[in-house]
């Protein structure tokens, strides 16, 4: 067992981890923040996506002992403590950006890291960004344009 001491959306944390136990399992069953999701373990589909360092990481694909002293956020610190949505959550719900949700919260969490990097992103560097962040119910399209509306860009009508 090792202690990693981290900071997880602005909170102090430490505990004893086994070398193997992956960033998401220390967040999801260490400290019960379910909002990073699991849909693949192996690196592909993005719903587990948080921010380490500021940088958009897969929490599968890292292990927790590595983060020793990172600052992490999750999609539980996006909103505010009194419940309202960040600008990117509120474009999300304002232009249908998410159906069954699973994938959300790593849509999310890309976003915001694609917006910090790129605050006025074209449709196609959007596209692009999201490539490892993976949909099975929206086509992608109220996702790009929510983005697109969040960074403050006009989002032109178009077929849902
Ligand atoms: S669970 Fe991490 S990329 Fe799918
Ligand atoms: S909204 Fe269902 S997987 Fe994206």
């Known amino acids: 067992m090792t202690k990693v001491s981290m900071r997880v959306n602005g909170r102090p944390v430490s505990a004893e981890v086994e070398g193997r136990t992956l960033l998401v399992q220390f967040l999801r069953e260490g400290l019960g923040l379910t909002g990073t ?3 693949c373990d192996t690196a592909q589909c993005g719903a587990c996506v948080v921010h380490v360092d500021g940088r958009a990481t897969k929490a599968c694909n890292v292990f927790a002992m590595d983060c020793d002293g990172a600052e992490v956020a999750t999609i539980e610190g996006m909103a505010a403590p009194d419940g309202t949505l960040s600008p ?3 474009a999300f719900q304002d232009h249908h950006g998410l159906q069954c949700g699973f994938c959300t919260p790593g849509m999310v969490m890309s976003a915001a890291a694609l917006l ?4 006025r992103p074209t449709e196609a560097e959007v596209r692009e960004y999201l490539e490892g962040n993976i949909c099975r119910c929206t086509g992608y399209h109220n996702i790009v344009k929510a983005i697109l509306a969040a960074s403050g860009q006009p989002v032109a009508v178009a077929a849902e």
């Open 37 to 39: 999701h699991v849909g």
């Open 88 to 90: 990117i959550q509120q």
């Open 116 to 119: 910090d990097e790129n605050p």
